[in-house]
């Protein structure tokens, strides 16, 4: 959720890409504490000791202990119901399998999160999308 009070909605307008760093399991609280804070207040890469790495196809770095990093570029700003969906392109994609930890978590929307749990194999069922696989 970005909204005008954040940054990171300045520089999506501003540049009209970004980057979504998805991190692991390890990150969980590091990421809460990024999250309770503003970039216009700190250098979040320095407080908190990430690593600002070269993208392929968009300017903004891709976070080095990320699990994944997608870049992006902004297609549309569409506003429904007072709110704003920004409509995003990944042009490139990242994963990184030297993390130990490769689980990622989900919020809850009340301050608690789910940790990925038991892994299910379905894909001899996935005829339709081979070129996810
Ligand atoms: C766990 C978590 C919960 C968040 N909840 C909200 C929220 O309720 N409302 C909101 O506007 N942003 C929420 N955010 C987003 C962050 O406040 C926001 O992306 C970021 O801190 C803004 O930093 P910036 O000013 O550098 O862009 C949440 C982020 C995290 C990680």
Request: some cysteine.
């Amino acid at each position: 959720m970005l909204g005008p009070w954040d940054c990171s909605y300045r520089a999506l307008l501003k540049t009209r890409e970004c980057v979504l760093a998805i991190p692991g399991a390890d990150l969980l609280a590091k990421t809460v504490a990024i999250g309770n804070c503003s970039g216009a207040e700190v250098d979040k890469f320095a407080e908190y000791k990430l690593t600002p790495c070269l993208a392929a196809k968009v300017k903004a770095p891709l976070i080095g202990e990320a699990l994944k990093n997608l870049e992006c570029k902004l297609i549309k700003k569409l506003n429904i119901n007072g709110g704003e969906l920004f409509v995003l392109q990944g042009v490139a994609a990242w994963h990184n399998p030297a993390r130990r930890e490769q689980r990622t978590f989900h919020a809850k929307g009340d301050g608690t999160f789910f940790i990925d749990g038991r892994q299910v194999n379905l894909r001899s069922k996935m005829t339709r999308w081979q070129d996810c696989i």
